[in-house]
Nanobody, 117 residues
Framework: QVQPVESGGGLVQPGGSLSLSCAPS????????MGWYRQAPGKQRELVAT???????VYADAVTGRFTISRSGAKNTVYLQMNRLKPEDTAIYYC???????????WGQGTQVTVSS
């Protein structure tokens, strides 16, 4: 089954930067939105940023001004540039793709981001 595949997580010090990327393992037709969610220990999964096919972006208040979502259309790859990282950004980051008439959800396995000194 096709699913998004994330890469780029890791350990970074507070104030540092990381870049995540995600691409589907196969072909997903009629992609509506691509985005990133995160889940910290003991917390619910929450939206980080999404990008629609028309270029509309949505960011969580907690990351606005620090994170940037972008997409390579030809490769259906979505990126998340994370700057000025804080310890509270520590979480598993999941790539999400919604596609088709019924906005079918495709979830990646997640990549760990740890912000710590």
């Amino acid at each position: 089954q096709v699913q998004p595949v994330e890469s780029g997580g890791g350990l970074v010090q507070p104030g540092g930067s990381l870049s995540l990327s995600c691409a589907p393992s196969g072909t997903i037709f009629n992609i509506n939105t691509m985005g990133w969610y995160r889940q910290a220990p003991g917390k619910q999964r929450e939206l980080v940023a999404t990008l629609s096919g028309g270029g509309t972006t949505v960011y969580a208040d907690a990351v606005t001004g620090r994170f940037t979502i972008s997409r390579s259309g030809a490769k259906n790859t979505v990126y998340l540039q994370m700057n000025r990282l804080k310890p509270e950004d520590t979480a598993i980051y999941y790539c999400n793709i919604r596609a088709g008439r019924y906005n079918t959800n495709y979830w990646g396995q997640g990549t760990q981001v740890t912000v710590s000194s």
